[in-house]
């Protein structure tokens, strides 16, 4: 084997490229602690450099339509050209404009999504996820609109004994979504009670209650579900297409079959 076509079987084999992606996000990670030294600088610029041949390569030996049709490849593509302006780091020493540079390699980490592509079925599975988010869309506008309307109220009513957490209605937003979440149910109408008579504290306990009660165990539950069943609805489908196309398989060869035997019979009768 010659020396080009080795380098272009190593460019385009995907499992030894994503061994590569790997030690190169553990050297990101590690290069974390070591922000000055220029030593990871250059470790950095040779990965980016490596990723950048491998797309080159790639687009040489399948041509470019090929290589543009295969969604990895795109996702590939556009992380290494973002990572790109991180060579730059060679030419400059350690600043806010070093620091900017360094933000763009760390985009690079996200190639680790590679590992995806060795899932088995995973077109199938994504498809699935697909399905699953057009079935819940609804359900999920649906759940936000319900949470923008009590945001709201709550920041009305609760405004001026909690605002901290209802000053506005962005705070109050976060605050019924970490509510329905279950993130300090129990804190958020115990401040309330703070602030105001024992009659509202009680309401306000009441009330909180009963909006996790809905929102939280109910609201999310529901779009779960209604999620993980369509999700598990799209397989099912193509498992019942599959039993169908078998069953008429099976279906066709009795068929034949009897058509066969009464063939045979008649054929017996003649010759009697």
């Known amino acids: ?31 974390g602690y070591y922000n000055a030294s220029r030593t990871f600088v250059w470790i950095d610029s040779f990965f980016t450099l490596l990723f950048l041949v491998e797309a080159f390569v790639k687009i040489n030996v399948y041509g470019w339509r090929r290589y543009w049709n295969d969604g990895w490849n795109r996702f590939d593509f556009i992380i290494t050209l973002v990572a790109v302006p991180s060579l730059l780091n060679l030419f400059f020493e350690t600043g806010y404009a070093t620091n900017i540079l360094l933000s763009l390699r760390t985009l690079r980490v996200f190639k680790s999504f590679r590992l995806l592509k060795f899932i088995p079925n995973i077109s199938g599975l994504l498809r699935g996820i697909g399905v699953a988010i057009r079935t819940s869309f609804i359900v999920c506008v649906a759940f936000a609109v319900l949470l923008l309307i009590i945001s709201i109220l709550s920041s009305t009513i609760f405004g001026k004994m909690a605002p901290d957490l209802f000053g506005d209605p962005g705070l ?85 079959q009897v058509q066969t035997g009464a063939q045979e019979t008649e054929t017996q009768k003649d010759v009697s």
């Not at 076509?5 to 790997?22: A, E, R």
């Not at 115990?190 to 109910?218: H, K, P, Q, Y």
């Open 1 to 31: 084997m010659t020396k080009s076509n080795s380098i272009k079987s190593f460019f385009t084999n995907d499992k030894l490229m994503l061994s590569v992606v790997v030690v190169n996000t553990i050297t990101i990670f590690i290069g």
């Open 172 to 256: 109050s937003l976060f605050t019924i979504f970490r509510l329905f979440t279950g993130d300090g149910w129990s804190e958020i109408p115990n401040e309330i009670a703070a602030n105001s008579t024992e009659l509202v504290g009680r309401l306000s306990r009441v009330i909180f209650a009963v909006l996790f009660f809905v929102g939280g165990i109910l609201g999310l539950s529901l779009v779960n579900s209604i999620f993980v069943d369509a999700l598990a609805g799209d397989n099912n489908d193509e498992v019942l297409h599959r039993i169908d196309i078998l069953e008429k398989k099976i279906d066709g060869i009795a068929s034949k």
